[in-house]
């Protein structure tokens, strides 16, 4: 039985990252947070005084979120894994029975580490190892997440974002909690209460769309994603998710995804394939969520049109799908262009191209000093090499998160953001602390896929443009070989349909038995 306040610990690793980048992610760049002084300082909801922080006893191993990006390492990965096993050994050793109740397992769900397939089953078979069998355990992730039958065994509550653009984050990795915690407090003497394990039902999905194809914000994706509220509502039904998968790695486990979880098996199968037939009724009407053309195309309409600002997403290098950020094609293709050689020319911003030594030379000339730098394409040199540019230092900032040093250079009318690190340009003051004025520029061009809601809500218009990179959109020119065949759309006619049978996952402590799926 339970304690009546059960000792849950926290650990997990997320980082959502690209197989088509030739960047890769190092251990500094998950940033961890050690303890349950640095964890519960993230996570408001677990802390004292809040109604979950109160009604559990939360221990933080170690959690670390990077920026998304190229393939971690498999030196990284060890150390930060090794980390946590060793953590979690001594939370489980510091208690008077040696035995946890819970763990949040904090996590994305893309994670893809050099040697490893399934890098988050991976990392859960190694902490399940000390926890052992009989720990429950809640694991929370982003809808772009992959859930093999393997991972999903592992875990004994699993659940998603329901929001493209994100903005439900706190309210999953709450929910996750609050879920986990509501079945601990359950008391296994009290015959009128569930079982502390609740059943799973997984589809998998033959599809694998990039995030730019199923914004919820728009259909199919709207009204599917809607409809997980409903069924979460039906008799027997505890947690209802959809994920959508990642579509910028190469790994059996990329694909959608359906888990439900509960209490009647039956509930929860038809829950699952309601919502799997749902996703897979609907897998020919996912489209992009703007107009989309090639750069040039994105900027002779720009010029065209009169809506200010107007935005464009050079959306091959996305950072914050896991590109590399470093790919100069899009400056370089930008600066060619005579419309914006003078000053006097349409006002751009283009953000953003990394270059220490760029923004080191620009640093000690000052704002107002004419220079001439070099940046980009250090890390990815496979699209475009550096770039060369004279112009004036506009501005310059110091201590960003990511970014550490940015520096904002004019050349003729457009005003570059050279950056010592990647960065994600996602709100209004990014670009206000560098003394630039977006909603008052004719044309604002973001290392991005779908517009983040402030610049979405900034856009007087905008395009998504079809660039080149490691999440490059045109995902049937980047090369998967290792993916489950057939899939949705690198084959656009099915001999027959798709098994959306609900597969029953047997709970956490019973083995994995049969094919994998």
């Not at 399934?118 to 997440?145: C, N, Q, T, Y």
């Not at 199919?220 to 994603?225: L, M, R, S, V």
């Not at 107007?310 to 950020?325: E, K, Q, R, V």
């Not at 953003?352 to 030594?357: D, Q, T």
Request: aromatic share 6%.
């Amino acid at each position: 039985m339970v304690s009546k306040r059960p000792i849950i610990a926290i650990a997990g690793l997320a980082c959502e990252t690209s197989g088509f980048t030739p960047s890769r992610t190092l251990a500094p760049a998950f940033h961890p947070l050690r303890g349950d002084e640095e964890i519960q300082g993230k996570y408001p909801f677990i802390r004292a005084g809040s109604p979950l922080g109160d009604a559990a006893d939360w221990r933080g191993a170690l959690i670390g979120h990077a920026l998304p990006g190229g393939i971690v390492t498999r030196s990284a990965y060890e150390e930060l894994a090794d980390e946590i096993v060793q953590r979690l050994q001594a939370i489980v050793d510091g208690l008077p029975n040696h035995h946890l109740d819970g763990l949040w397992f904090d996590i994305h769900g893309a994670m893809c580490v050099e040697g490893i397939d399934d890098a988050e089953f991976d990392l859960l078979r190694r902490v399940r190892a000390v926890i052992g069998p009989d720990v429950i355990v809640s694991a929370s992730m982003d809808l772009h997440g992959n859930v093999s039958r393997e991972l999903a065994h592992q875990t004994d509550l699993i659940t998603c974002y329901r929001t493209a653009p994100h903005v439900d984050v706190m309210e999953t990795k709450e929910r996750a909690c609050r879920n986990l915690v509501n079945l601990l407090t359950q008391t296994s003497s009290d015959v009128s209460k569930p079982p502390r394990r609740p059943l799973k039902a997984w589809v998998p999905v033959p599809v694998l769309l990039p995030g730019e194809q199923t914004s919820t914000r728009l259909e199919p994706a709207k009204h599917i994603y809607e409809a997980v509220p409903e069924v979460e509502k039906w008799e027997g039904v505890l947690d209802a998710v959809i994920w959508v998968g990642y579509a910028w790695a190469d790994e059996p486990r990329n694909r959608a995804a359906i888990v439900v979880t509960g209490w009647d098996q039956a509930a929860i199968s038809k829950a699952a394939q309601h919502l799997a037939k749902l996703f897979w009724d609907a897998h020919r009407d996912f489209a992009f969520v703007a107009p989309t053309g090639s750069f040039a195309e994105c900027l002779d309409a720009a010029l065209k049109s009169s809506a200010r600002p107007y935005f464009i997403s050079d959306s091959g290098d996305n950072p914050t799908a896991g590109g590399s950020g470093d790919v100069s094609w899009g400056l370089t293709q930008l600066l060619a262009r005579p419309e914006f050689q003078t000053e006097d020319g349409p006002t751009v911003i283009y953000a953003s191209v990394p270059g220490p030594e760029a923004v080191q030379q620009a640093v000690e000339a000052g704002v107002g000093a004419r220079v001439t730098v070099t940046a980009g394409a250090e890390v990815d040199n496979l699209h475009a090499g550096p770039i060369t540019m004279t112009g004036k230092v506009h501005s310059i900032k110091d201590g960003d998160k990511h970014a550490e040093v940015e520096v904002v250079l004019q050349v003729g009318s457009v005003f570059a953001i050279l950056t010592k690190l990647r960065k994600p340009y996602h709100l209004e003051r990014d670009f206000t602390d560098l003394q630039l004025e977006p909603r008052k520029s004719n044309i604002v061009i973001v290392k991005i896929g779908y517009l983040e809601p402030e610049l979405y809500d900034m856009a007087a218009d905008w395009m998504l443009g079809l660039t080149p990179g490691g999440v490059d959109q045109d995902l049937e020119r980047l090369g998967h070989h290792r993916i489950r065949r057939p899939m949705w759309p690198f084959e656009k006619e099915f001999e027959e349909q798709p098994d959306l049978s609900a597969r029953i996952i047997p709970m956490s402590n019973v083995p994995l038995t049969g094919p994998d799926e």
